[in-house]
């Protein structure tokens, strides 16, 4: 039973290219989350998923896209990549019947130059 | 919109010597509230779920309590390894967000 599963869990991008963060997890739960977490700044919401197919706008969405096609998967996508993305990306996920809290990933540490 | 606000920002503690942390909030209906530890390089580690004021939850030197406004973690007589940051965060009615305070650094000196 891994968890939470992030690749990759280091990544260094020029601006204006795109990449692609994977959040996998094997607990079969209906709820996933994106959160960026950079110095001083707490975690931020970015997006979040309420089950296979749906997803919904954080509080800090704007440069970022997800998709849920599998209920196990939650993607992060950056199309253009810029140097205020620069930061730490953790995926959480939880159950809607077990408790509320949240299940963390390792994170990913993305360096935009 | 759902807020949480922690306090202080960091705090330095002898090994042994008892303190609080704070998190105050503001939320539409709240859900639950929830105490998370993280350490350099790692992801958030659950602690505490509080739904209601007025309860209160132990896990060995640490004890969460809530109120209508605010919730504190009590550390009792804190170790080196206790030294992480502590994250606060609220579950409202509103919508499915879980929003984060910015987290107390804790430092424990032997």
């Known amino acids: 039973n891994a968890g939470v599963t992030q690749t990759p869990k280091f990544r260094v991008l020029k601006t204006g290219q795109s990449m692609t963060l994977l959040c996998a997890q094997d607990?079969?739960?209906?709820?996933m989350y994106w959160y960026r977490q950079d110095p001083g700044m707490g975690l931020r919401l970015i997006h979040y998923s309420v089950g296979e197919g749906t997803t919904a706008k954080g509080e800090v969405p704007d440069g970022y896209n997800v998709s849920r096609l599998k209920k196990q998967n939650f993607l992060l996508g950056l199309e253009s990549a810029a140097p205020s993305q620069t930061s730490v990306y953790f995926c959480?996920?939880?159950?809607?019947?077990?408790?509320?809290?949240?299940?963390f990933g390792n994170g990913t540490r993305l360096t935009v130059t | 919109e759902d807020q949480v606000t922690q306090s202080p920002e960091a705090l330095r503690l002898q090994e042994g010597e008892s303190s609080s942390l704070n998190c105050s909030y503001t939320v539409s209906g709240l859900r639950g509230l929830f105490w998370y530890r993280q350490d350099p390089g790692k992801g958030p580690e659950f602690l505490f779920t509080l739904y209601s004021a007025g309860e209160e939850k132990e896990k060995e030197r640490l004890k969460a309590t809530l109120t209508k406004k605010e919730s504190f973690l009590h550390i009792t007589a804190p170790k080196p390894e206790d030294s992480a940051t502590y994250l606060c965060?609220?579950?409202?009615?509103?919508?499915?967000?879980?929003?984060f305070g910015k987290g107390t650094r804790l430092h424990i000196l032997p």
């Open positions: 959480a996920s939880r159950s809607d019947l077990q408790g509320l809290n949240l299940h």
């Open positions: 607990m079969n739960h209906e709820y």
């Open positions: 965060a609220v579950y409202g009615n509103r919508d499915d967000k879980i929003i």
